[in-house]
């Protein structure tokens, strides 16, 4: 099911703010479902009609940005609730790849699980790119998993990703199922050492 | 890096092997899931062809959509009725096992797994729910999973996880009088932030915490995930194994001896090394009140709401992104702010010990319900729920003016019919006070321990519990 993922290119979205939560991607009453199908419409959506009352425009409803594929944040972005829904509705909505200064640890790894890179760069880092995609809403930006680098014009910045997660990226592994149940054998003769799942027999 | 802690060991007990990628592949023992995170991984498995190997070690229940009012099925909500249909026959086709409305064992799902003994020290235990922190109380290594990851650990026991650092959040001295384990974990938020915990699992240590009960260490270990911390953990000791002896699926009889002896070994040894450690006073701890939009936002009641410069310069525009959604200012009393709903609940402060002292508290003022609030009691289980009424709880509530309903996560999260209407303020004992997470896209949180939440509700306003428990003597544990 996986493939590799190195390469993230695209025009690209600035969504400044700490501490977004996943209440905010997708409030609480999109989670009344059985599928995922057709989130990608509801991110952000209380953000979004906040701002169209006041006026004002969220970056999700902003034209310059409308087609991008790349999302810039700033730290603990996706902090919360454990919901896959949050990452679900920005993929859904057409983000490959999301590049910020921190990621809730939850957030993360649902978005491993789903093959969506998440880079992380310094806060003044953060701050530059989501400037220069702001002048220039047509410019590509780039998310290099191997080279660990995000470029955006004549910008180049390092970008990290833990060693694990960032092979599984590279080596298309990042759907970890099949592996996980390849080693059943293994998984269970660890359960038997554990004196609990015996009963303390 | 961390050696001969807890988590430590717990976590070289769990490890199958090591993946391709470095990852470890982790043996969960405990894997608890509801019907809100869990539809879409059963529709993976089918759409692989896969199997439940260990279906014993999945439980079920609901939680999250239940009406607290009106029970009887269908439910109101089709997309509600749709969902419980689904974890029905999700359960039913995989053989696991659930605890339905009516059953005596249904409720939040981070209460009844603790309350039926199902939770054990030294287990890992994963939960489609961030707030799976709370098993950490047991001495357990408890995290939120998305739903992928449900998917995995129903199809493998396993996931692929990476090793967290461990930080030692040393707790020392006795809580004053009118203070809490909510407002102890509030406090510590405050001071090492939202993301503060961001790759770290938290020890929870020192004498106020071997001090607490376990209704209590569920309380912190909870809220570990609001300072960014993936779990949150305390060590085992006689509190631990006096709450589970005698549970449904704590061990008895002969094998209760062994099990004592291994729970003692995984504790965090005299020799365990932690990556960080921070130290805390009891005694500096108020009764704390969150003011903005963040877990992280608290302050002491008799406090007023920080200048954004008391914040670090990257937090100004979320300072001033709070003020202007919670309507407040910077040099503002919290004491005093108005409420139009109050809520007594959750995975947080759902509990029995809670409910008591929020019936002591309303006993103890002896007045109604403010005429212009709404305020409602929801018990975390229908164990609570029973237990809370042989004890007369309910009658206390309601000759109040509480209204007393029935198990769920209610308006924790209002994925049901509890919610906020438009800018109301609501002072909850629940754990996030996000934008809109209370139901309304503008409805306002104000997060405190139940006791606080009792004394707001009978004032209409955010009042110090410690105005009502004025006589020492009437100190009791919460």
Known sequence: ?201 | MSSRTLFDKVWDLHAVRALPSGQTQLFIGLHLIHEVTSPQAFAMLRERGLKVPFPERTVATVDHIVPTEDQSRPYADTLAEEMMVAIETNCREFGIRLFQPGSGKQGVVHIIAPEQGLTLPGMTVACGDSHTATHGAFGAIAFGIGTSQVRDVLASQTLSMSRLKVRKIQVDGALRPGVYAKDLILHVLRHLTAKGGVGFAYEFAGSTIDALSMEERMTVCNMAIEGGARCGYVNPDQTTFAYLKGREHAPSGPAWERAVAWWKQVASGPDAQFDDVRTFRAEDIEPTVTWGISPDHGVGVGETIPAKESFTQDEWATIEEAYQYMDLKAGQRIAGVAIDVAFIGSCTNGRLSDLREAARVITAHGGTVAKSVKAFIVPGSEAVKIAAEAEGLDKVFVAHGFEWRNAGCSMCLAMNPDKLQGRQVSASSSNRNFKGRQGSPAGRTLLMSPAMVAVAALEGKVTDVRTVLQAPAAKAKA
Request: hydrophobic share 40%; charged share 25%; net charge neutral.
């Open chain 1, 1 to 201: 099911m996986s493939s590799v993922v190195s390469l993230v290119s695209g025009r690209a979205l600035p969504l400044r703010g700490n501490d977004i939560d996943t209440d905010r991607i997708i409030p609480a009453r999109f989670l009344r479902c059985v599928t995922f199908d057709g989130l990608g419409q509801f991110a952000f959506e209380d953000d979004r009609k906040q701002l169209t009352a006041q006026s004002k425009t969220h970056p999700f409803d902003d034209r310059r940005f409308a087609g991008a594929s790349v999302l810039v944040v700033n730290s603990n972005f996706g902090c919360g609730s454990s919901r896959e829904h949050a990452p679900q509705a920005i993929a859904k909505w057409g983000i490959r790849g999301i590049v910020g200064v921190s990621f809730s640890e939850i957030f993360f790894g649902n978005c491993v699980a789903m093959g969506l890179p998440c880079l992380r760069v310094s806060a003044a880092d953060a701050e530059a790119l989501q400037g220069d995609i702001e002048r220039d809403p047509a410019a590509d930006v780039t998310l290099d998993l191997a080279k660990g680098e995000v470029r955006c014009g004549k910008r180049s910045v390092p970008a990290t990703m833990a060693e694990g997660p960032r092979k599984q990226f590279l080596t298309g592994q990042w759907d970890a199922l099949g592996q996980l149940v390849s080693g059943i054998d293994e998984v269970r003769a660890a359960a038997k050492k554990l004196p609990y799942v015996g009963g303390f027999a």
